[in-house]
């Protein structure tokens, strides 16, 4: 008796041998999932306690850079790991493919910003601030589901969290950085920060100063790195502490890659925070 509400129709069987309806829909290449309710023709519901039914589609594609299958991309950068959750991200063309390990105990965010570093309440009822967010993909532990906001183009949730984000299309030119940060809260209302990569100051909010910044144009530039050695250590505490003193006097790169809090002013703030980031990892 359950009946379908679908556009375009779908195509209807009876299958003998199971003695069962088969519905058949087409849907988009590139779809990554199909969402769905059901309803005997009346008042009865089947919406999975008000969640509604998710299936995940394998092989959807908004684009030929990122493959959407739940499974990690090779050309995947890690951005930082904490608490046994990895972060990634790569950027081709003008497509941002994040991705994280999917929600179990905490409901996961990945906030992409164009570097605003106005403070606004976190999403989803939580607690602390963020830095405006140019979109975010989020992931919620208790059914599963995964989805972008204001922005995003496709994601899955697998063995891994992915997404693309066409950034052109949705946000026009594209800006020299992209400025990324993962946090996974307490799933409850007001539920607190638990885990944020890269960087955590241990205040509950997430700054755009403890963001990632993705270059898109020329050499990009691991906040932390001051000496370029691919790893943060605590080398590169001296020296920006050498900095921060005008004991030495770093080039454009090195100031760039030392201004942890992105105040354009090497000082004792990028000294504490390049020190927390150094411990956590």
Same mark, same amino acid.
């Given at each position: 008796?359950?009946?379908?509400?679908?556009?375009?129709?779908?195509?209807?069987?009876?299958?003998?041998?199971?003695?069962?309806?088969?519905?058949?829909?087409?849907?988009?290449?590139?779809?990554?999932?199909?969402?769905?309710?059901?309803?005997?023709?009346?008042?009865?519901?089947?919406?999975?306690?008000?969640?509604?039914?998710?299936?995940?589609?394998?092989?959807?594609? &908004?684009? $030929?850079?990122?493959?959407?299958?739940?499974?990690?991309? +090779?050309?995947? !950068? /890690?951005?930082? @790991?904490?608490?046994?959750?990895?972060?990634?991200?790569?950027?081709?063309?003008?497509?941002?493919?994040?991705?994280?390990?999917?929600?179990?105990?905490?409901?996961?965010?990945?906030?992409?910003?164009?570097?605003?570093?106005?403070?606004?309440?976190?999403?989803?009822?939580?607690?602390?601030?963020?830095?405006?967010?140019?979109?975010?993909?989020?992931?919620?532990?208790?059914?599963?589901?995964?989805?972008?906001?204001?922005?995003?183009?496709?994601?899955?949730?697998?063995?891994?969290?992915?997404?693309?984000?066409?950034?052109?299309?949705?946000?026009?030119?594209?800006?020299?950085?992209?400025?990324?940060?993962?946090?996974?809260?307490?799933?409850?209302?007001?539920?607190?920060?638990?885990?944020?990569? &890269?960087? $955590?100051?241990g205040n509950g909010?997430?700054e755009i100063s +403890?963001?990632? !910044? /993705?270059?898109? @144009?020329?050499?990009?530039?691991?906040?932390?790195?001051?000496?370029?050695?691919?790893?943060?250590?605590?080398?590169?505490?001296?020296?920006?502490?050498?900095?921060?003193?005008?004991?030495?006097?770093?080039?454009?790169?090195?100031?760039?890659?030392?201004?942890?809090?992105?105040?354009?002013?090497?000082?004792?703030?990028?000294?504490?925070?390049?020190?927390?980031?150094?411990?956590?990892?």
């Amino acid at each position: 008796g359950w009946q379908s509400v679908i556009t375009p129709d779908p195509t209807m069987t009876f299958d003998a041998d199971s003695s069962k309806w088969v519905y058949t829909y087409t849907i988009s290449s590139s779809a990554t999932s199909v969402d769905f309710v059901f309803n005997d023709g009346g008042s009865i519901w089947d919406n999975n306690g008000g969640q509604d039914w998710h299936i995940a589609v394998l092989g959807g594609n &908004p684009g $030929d850079d990122f493959v959407m299958d739940g499974s990690l991309d +090779e050309s995947a !950068e /890690l951005i930082g @790991s904490d608490n046994g959750v990895d972060f990634y991200a790569d950027w081709s063309d003008e497509q941002l493919y994040v991705a994280c390990d999917p929600a179990e105990n905490a409901d996961h965010f990945i906030f992409i910003s164009d570097g605003n570093t106005t403070m606004t309440t976190a999403p989803w009822a939580k607690a602390g601030q963020v830095a405006q967010w140019a979109a975010y993909l989020a992931n919620e532990s208790t059914n599963g589901w995964s989805g972008w906001f204001d922005g995003g183009n496709q994601q899955i949730c697998g063995s891994i969290l992915e997404g693309v984000l066409d950034w052109n299309s949705e946000f026009g030119a594209m800006p020299a950085s992209v400025f990324l940060a993962f946090g996974a809260y307490e799933t409850n209302d007001g539920g607190t920060l638990q885990i944020q990569i &890269p960087v $955590d100051s241990g205040n509950g909010n997430i700054e755009i100063s +403890e963001f990632y !910044e /993705l270059v898109l @144009s020329g050499e990009e530039i691991l906040l932390g790195d001051v000496n370029f050695d691919t790893q943060i250590n605590i080398l590169d505490v001296v020296m920006l502490v050498n900095f921060a003193l005008n004991l030495e006097t770093p080039n454009a790169d090195e100031t760039e890659a030392a201004d942890l809090n992105l105040d354009e002013t090497l000082n004792v703030q990028d000294i504490i925070l390049l020190v927390n980031l150094v411990l956590e990892n």
